[in-house]
């Protein structure tokens, strides 16, 4: 079964508005983190944002903030304000346990490219 | 502030050689994680080393092998090279403990022709 899903292959939006990108992920380990990532088409992998599953409140880091509903078991990222520069993939990826030798390895979804018009 | 470093950046390659990619982590980090991303896919974990020892394995084929050196810097030697090795490696690193970041290098486009 695929533990991290991204259901939008593509994703357009306006520049200024807000866009959200989804993720759903699947897991029986109580403990697990979330991360994106943006990958424009340089193809650097670029760390956005993290949450924790034991974390209370939604994670944020300037213009990005983390939908995180942990019963439907999704992790939406929102990104507010698109600028061009926005404009990459984008995944979603999970790292399962809270320790141990496999602890740190992560599962990426599919990815979902953003494309912000002026 | 410092990133992990991979080199080389790009790579060419003929069918049946062998490449050997670097990677140096962020200073004090003591785990490193490979990845392979195909074109249009997204990226596959292929091995692990904590403190010099192997950690985790994902798909990593048998023709590739890896380590973890005692500065922490790590390679991935792959050999009899096939046209479907035609990836980006991505390494990454992180701090035993802090579980809240997981940084990649800008990868290295393997190419085999």
């Known amino acids: 079964a695929q533990k991290i899903t991204q259901t939008q292959p593509g994703m357009f939006v306006q520049e200024k508005e807000a866009v959200t990108l989804d993720c759903t992920y699947d897991t029986s380990d109580p403990s697990y983190g979330l991360f994106w990532y943006k990958q424009p088409s340089s193809g650097e992998m670029i760390f956005l944002i993290y949450?924790?599953?034991?974390?209370?409140q939604n994670a944020t880091e300037g213009r990005y903030s983390l939908n995180f509903q942990k019963a439907r078991k999704s992790a939406n990222l929102v990104i507010s304000a698109s600028q061009l520069g926005d404009s990459a993939m984008y995944f979603c990826?999970?790292?399962?346990?809270?320790?141990?030798?496999?602890?740190?390895?992560?599962?990426f979804g599919q990815g979902t490219i953003l494309t912000v018009h002026p | 502030a410092a990133g992990v470093i991979q080199s080389p950046r790009h790579l060419i390659k003929e069918k049946r050689e062998t490449a050997t990619l670097k990677c140096y982590p962020i200073p004090r980090h003591d785990t490193v994680y490979w990845y392979q991303q195909g074109p249009g896919q997204d990226p596959q974990f292929l091995i692990s080393?904590?403190?010099?020892?192997?950690?985790d394995k994902g798909s990593i084929p048998d023709r590739f092998s890896a380590q973890q050196f005692s500065d922490y810097h790590s390679e991935l030697n792959m050999s009899s090279l096939e046209l479907g090795d035609s990836a980006l490696y991505f390494c990454a690193s992180s701090l035993e403990g802090v579980v809240t970041e997981a940084f990649f290098g800008q990868g290295t486009r393997l190419t085999v022709v």
């Open positions: 990826a999970m790292r399962e346990g809270s320790g141990g030798t496999s602890y740190g390895k992560l599962t």
């Open positions: 080393f904590y403190e010099k020892m192997q950690s």
């Open positions: 949450q924790g599953s034991y974390d209370q």
